[in-house]
């Protein structure tokens, strides 16, 4: 790396999780608007581009970590949503889930054993439903 460049990157935050993630929806929002052809999406493209580079440029380091751990806990929360979603739709096929008409628990059972009054494990309210 040549002399100048050096001492300008150093004390730079440099690249993480979230400037790579920005970069990505940057190229895929101006993409995105030189298809649909919006000049306001393509402003907001490079907006996002801007913002990558100005946090990889940044000397406020605490700053720009507490950034990228909000995006890390956003991004596993995201997953974390999709992976229940995920489960629900596997448990689907053989299990109903219904929730308590009082309290609102979650309450799975088995298909196929026609009518069947249902116990709630939380508040013991019990309702009729067919499985
Ligand atoms: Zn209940």
Request: charged letters at 25%.
């Amino acid at each position: 790396m040549n002399e100048k460049l050096y001492r300008f990157m150093q004390g730079r935050y440099g690249a993480d999780q979230f400037s790579k993630f920005l970069v990505v929806v940057g190229i895929v929002i101006v993409l995105l608007s030189n298809f649909i052809g919006g000049i306001f999406l393509n402003i907001f493209g490079l907006a996002a581009f801007v913002y990558a580079y100005y946090r990889m440029f940044s000397r406020n380091h605490p700053k720009r970590y507490r950034e990228n751990q909000k995006y890390l806990s956003y991004i596993s929360r995201f997953k974390n949503f999709f992976r229940r979603q995920n489960g629900h739709m596997g448990q689907r096929k053989t299990h109903h889930i219904y929730s308590c008409p009082k309290c609102k628990q979650k309450i799975r059972i088995p298909r196929g054993k026609g009518r069947i009054e249902i116990a709630c494990p939380k508040c013991h309210t019990k309702f009729i439903k067919r499985s």
